[in-house]
Every structure is written in structure tokens, then in C-alpha cells.
């Protein structure tokens, strides 16, 4: 198990203690920052200065009570408990308070927040490679990029396999999915921002790939296990170079 440290983040409402981790081994100079608190959002934003960030992924809510229908037993996936997290959308606020710390955005499900989002040509679809199935043949993500709209072909197969075979949030998105976002959207030296963590999936992927990394959840189970797979995979990865 990591270490807990107890780190002071500065809020509008005054200071708050919380908990972040850090990776079971020492950092490196050459390794990058990766630091995590288990902390509301808006708090969260609300520690930094204007443009902190470079690019900021995220992957809110789609406020379609997803928690409450995804796992479905007869096509052997796993059940995740129903909490009722994706009942409502985040509001008009967090898209402000997120564009004011972040230079650029990636919004995954950006098609449920349009209302909230200013208008630009870059989007992202996500193709499952499989049509026709009990779910959407893709997602849609969308950028504060004045771009070309592209596609990544990533199979449902795939991304399970990326994942472990396995899921701690009922709508992970795979590793590759935020290593392809990286490479296509940003530029080392960069500093990254996810505000909904769940399985850290974005956070191991900017591990690897050498971005400063901060974030935040909210659900403590999702961010202990979180960390435990952040703790295994970066793990791996250093006795693996070792």
C-alpha cells in the first residue's frame, strides 16, 4: 500500500486537509508529477490560477442514469453497484471554472453538454468497431481544438483487454483511449488535468507517457481503487525498465 500524505489545498472556502497518494517507489527526477486528492471538483479547480493546465480530459456525467442499467448480467459483465452518480450533468459553473484552468478541454460525452460548450470543429469519435450492438456504436468527445474532426478505432474487445479484462467504474474508458488523446492533442512538458478521475485510466496513461498529472474524485471507492491500479501499473512498469 502507498503512502498517505496529508496536503493543504487552498480553496475559496478556506483550506482544506485531504489525502493524496503517491506511487509505492520514490519519484524520480525524470519520472513525472502524478498527484491525486479525493475532493469535490469545484474545490479542487478552485486551488489553482487561471491556465494551470495545459489540456484538460474529462469524462463527467452524462446525467442518463448509466450507474443504474450498465452491467447487464446476460452478456457477463460486471456489476457495478448502483449509486446513482450519473443522475444529473455538472453545471453551467464547472464548464466555466474548467475553462478558466485549463488552456484546452477534451469532454468526453460533449454531445450531452453542448448547452455549456462553446462551438469548435475538433471533435472526437470513438468507433467500437461493432455495429448494431445493445450499446452506441461509438462516443463522441469533444475539444476546444480548431481541427479536423478524427476518429480512433478502438474494438469493445480491445479496450476490456486494455483495462485488465476487468472495470472499477462502470463507464471506464481504456488506457488507450487517453494515450491516443495524449499523442494527439498534446505536447510534452505539458501539465494535464482530470477532474473525474474514476479508474485512473488517464492518470496512468500520462504516467507513462511523461505528463505532469494532477486530478481529483469524489467517490472514495473509486479513488482507493483507483490507486491501487495506479500503484500495480506504474509498478510494473519500473521493474520493467529496472
Same mark, same amino acid.
Given at each position: 500500500m502507498s503512502e498517505e500524505q496529508k496536503i493543504q489545498v487552498h480553496t475559496k472556502t478556506g483550506m482544506v486537509y485531504t489525502t493524496c497518494y503517491k506511487? /509505492?517507489?520514490?519519484?524520480?527526477k525524470s519520472n513525472p508529477i502524478s498527484e491525486v486528492v479525493r475532493l469535490d471538483n469545484m474545490e479542487f479547480m478552485a486551488a489553482f490560477p487561471d491556465k494551470f493546465f495545459d489540456l484538460a480530459i474529462v469524462d463527467p456525467p452524462y446525467g442518463i442514469n448509466r450507474s443504474k442499467n450498465f452491467g447487464m448480467a446476460e452478456f457477463r459483465w460486471k456489476q457495478h453497484n448502483r449509486s446513482g452518480w450519473d443522475a444529473l450533468i455538472p453545471s453551467k459553473e464547472y464548464f466555466t471554472e474548467l475553462e478558466r484552468v485549463s488552456k484546452n478541454q477534451i469532454v468526453w &460525452? &460533449?454531445?450531452y453538454f453542448v448547452e455549456y460548450l462553446k462551438p469548435?470543429? &475538433?471533435? =472526437?469519435f470513438w468507433d467500437k468497431m461493432q455495429t448494431d450492438f445493445s450499446t452506441s456504436d461509438g462516443e463522441l468527445a469533444y475539444t476546444s481544438f480548431d481541427c479536423k474532426l478524427r476518429r =480512433?478505432? /478502438?474494438s469493445r474487445g480491445k479496450a476490456l483487454a486494455n483495462n485488465g479484462g476487468t472495470t472499477i467504474h462502470p463507464t471506464q474508458k481504456p488506457k488507450l483511449l487517453y494515450r491516443w488523446c495524449l499523442d494527439k492533442y498534446g505536447k510534452q512538458g505539458q501539465k494535464i488535468l482530470d477532474t473525474h478521475l474514476g479508474s485512473q485510466s488517464s492518470r496512468v496513461a500520462a504516467w507513462e507517457m511523461g505528463f505532469d498529472f494532477w486530478g481529483c474524485e469524489i467517490d472514495e471507492q473509486y479513488f482507493n481503487e483507483g490507486n491501487k491500479r495506479f500503484e500495480n501499473e506504474t509498478m510494473q512498469t519500473a521493474l520493467w525498465v529496472g
Open positions: 506511487p /509505492l517507489f520514490e519519484r524520480e &460525452g &460533449g454531445n469548435k470543429m &475538433g471533435w =472526437i =480512433i478505432n /478502438l
